[in-house]
């Protein structure tokens, strides 16, 4: 089992909707929690991070952790077109190396 | 200011060639990380730098991958003896502090091995 799973998608959702990302995590020690985005070819950005049990929201985005059930999502409200792309789950590592374990992420088609 | 760049953006190589990436952080940033990202996979750590020192490099998949960073700025990712298997984009990023979170990453280096 891997450390952060993720769908792979493709999750496809018609503009104006609401795309639902999932992520799960195993090391039940950990503390903080990312979204990112990346494009095709592109490199990955930050756009969401959450380190509490409950909801974080930015703009159409909201971010909810729950740490008794190991899961983190992602909502994005009134999705667009250019939300399209690869959303990443990354856990930052519950000991003193720092390291980010990443997920495969799941990839988003908006629809017009 | 500028950030984080990588070079080359590109590169092929023969199976058995050395190649070295090289990844210049945003000033002042204190921590740097080199991941490993194949196609349709999400990035994988290889080794991560606070300053000059080398604190974690578990994510090395062979004692072909060598990273160093002997001023505290720039890095430089060398892979001895390509195999086709490192194939893959090779990103950096960095931060500015110790923690990990706020990582702004580089355009990456797309690795071609033949």
């Known amino acids: 089992q891997k450390e952060v799973e993720q769908n792979s998608g493709p999750l496809s959702v018609p503009e104006g909707a609401i795309a639902s990302l999932n992520c799960t995590y195993s090391d039940r020690g950990s503390q903080s929690f990312f979204w990112y985005r990346q494009y095709s070819g592109k490199s990955p950005e930050l756009i969401m991070s959450?380190?509490s049990n409950g909801d974080k929201e930015d703009g159409r985005f909201t971010a909810q952790l729950n740490k008794a059930s190991q899961y983190v999502s992602l909502l994005i409200r009134d999705s667009q077109p250019s939300d399209s792309a690869t959303y990443l789950c990354a856990v930052l590592n519950a000991g003193n190396n720092r390291k980010l374990i990443w997920g495969l992420g799941t990839s988003l088609a908006v629809n017009p | 200011g500028a950030g984080v760049s990588q070079s080359p953006r590109y590169k092929v190589a023969k199976r058995g060639q050395d190649v070295a990436l090289r990844c210049d952080p945003i000033?002042?940033?204190?921590?740097l990380f080199w991941y490993q990202q194949a196609l349709g996979q999400g990035p994988e750590f290889l080794t991560y730098f606070q300053n000059e020192a080398q604190l974690d490099k578990s994510g090395l998949p062979s004692d072909r991958f060598f990273a160093e960073r002997p001023e505290g700025s720039v890095s430089t990712l060398k892979i001895q003896r390509t195999q086709q298997e490192d194939s893959a984009v090779y990103l950096c990023?960095?931060?500015?502090?110790?923690?990990?979170?706020?990582?702004?990453f580089g355009p990456g280096t797309r690795l071609l091995v033949l």
């Open positions: 959450i380190y």
């Open positions: 000033s002042g940033h204190v921590s």
């Open positions: 990023a960095s931060t500015p502090s110790p923690k990990p979170e706020t990582q702004y």
